[in-house]
């Protein structure tokens, strides 16, 4: 198990060096493929009425006019250590965990990062954990009364619940339960935890139900398919032929044969919406890293946006390193592989 362990570490380390190259590569190379030169690239981070002077001495001070491979060197090692910005006037310093600087506001992103995302992890842990179990629940039930009015009902329910979009639902559901009867919290409420957990529960229902009744749908789809696969499996006419109770049968032999798929696609959601669940804190008017992220984009705030992409990767790798460690636990095999 420890040398599986390890050898996941290495992979997803890797994973996230690669994915930092990607990332430094749209950013930055991407731009001077189109056509993009230094002066052109520091435009962004000097004023309107900014000199050709001025602006060369920008593209200077930001390393425009290094080669690629010192660039990324530069950027990569800040992730890390930190490092200081000079911004003609004054210098900044962008302390370890560096992802990056915002010449527009001035402060650094990390901080900000910080700041947004118990909203969004508040959001995606909540939401979670309502539509894997509701979401597995119903696939089972499902799956062990196919074809009876609960599997119907259920299964019309999901399709709806894939089919409709996030702001649609959100919108309805805070114009009814919201504005509408008064029973739930309006949009852009949000309590810390540490202050008050049952206000912060009550602001988040809405958000966590709209979201899960999106999941719940694909996760008891994907249960009952998965069930129906493994029930008629001859393990399991095996372990009922051995008198086992109809109960261990499902749930020791038939769910364990059926979470593989689930966790796979369990640990990239999550991983996902840990990275900013973008639609949902746009329509609950959540100030979480979605938000963050819209409106650096509509700023065209590039460190913000950098920053940004680069903690929903490390929150995937992570999801995706934890669902391999759960694959060891569910099947013992993966740990010789």
């Known amino acids: 198990m420890l040398t599986y362990l390890l050898r996941r570490l290495i992979a997803s380390f890797a ?38 002077e001025t602006v060369r001495l920008m593209a200077e001070r930001l390393g425009f006019y290094d080669p690629i491979y010192t660039q990324y060197w530069t950027w990569f090692k800040t992730i890390f250590t930190g490092g200081t910005i000079d911004m003609g006037t004054s210098i900044e310093t962008c302390n370890a965990p560096c992802f990056g ?7 650094a992103v990390w901080p900000d990062l910080i700041d947004r995302a118990p909203v969004t992890f ?25 074809g009876s009015i609960f599997d119907r009902t259920s299964m019309s329910m999901a399709l709806a619940g894939v089919s409709l979009p996030i702001y649609f639902t959100g919108l309805m559901a805070l114009s009814i339960f919201s504005y509408g009867l008064g029973w739930t919290a309006p949009g852009g409420s949000y309590t810390p ?25 694909q996760y008891a789809r994907l249960t009952r398919s998965g069930m129906l696969e493994t029930m008629g499996e001859d393990y399991i006419r095996t372990a009922r032929a051995k008198g086992l109770m109809e109960r261990t049968v499902t749930l020791k032999h ?10 796979t696609i369990f640990g990239l959601d999550l991983g996902l919406l840990l990275g900013g669940a973008v639609l949902t804190e746009k329509t609950f008017s959540l100030n979480g890293l979605g938000k963050y992220t819209v409106d650096a984009i509509q700023n065209q ?25 759960m694959y060891a636990v569910i099947d013992p095999r993966v740990r010789t592989k």
Do not use: C, H
């Open 301 to 325: 705030d590039l460190p913000r946006i950098l920053g940004v992409t680069m903690l929903a990767a490390l929150f995937i790798v992570v999801s995706n390193l934890v669902v391999d460690l």
């Open 254 to 263: 038939g769910l364990r044969g059926a979470l593989t798929p689930i966790l």
């Open 193 to 217: 935890f540490a202050e008050n957990p049952a206000q912060w529960a009550y602001a988040l229902l809405l958000p966590w139900i709209t979201l899960a009744f999106l999941f719940s749908a």
């Open 15 to 52: 994973l996230l060096v690669v994915v930092s190259m990607v990332v430094f590569a749209i950013f930055y190379i991407f731009p001077r493929l189109a056509g993009a030169t230094p002066e052109t690239m520091a435009t962004r981070y000097v004023g309107r009425t900014a000199t050709p």
């Open 122 to 146: 508040s959001l995606a842990v909540g939401a979670a954990i309502l539509w894997l179990f509701g979401g597995v629940v119903t696939g089972i039930i499902s799956a062990l009364k196919r």
């Open 101 to 107: 600087y915002s010449y527009r506001a001035r402060t």
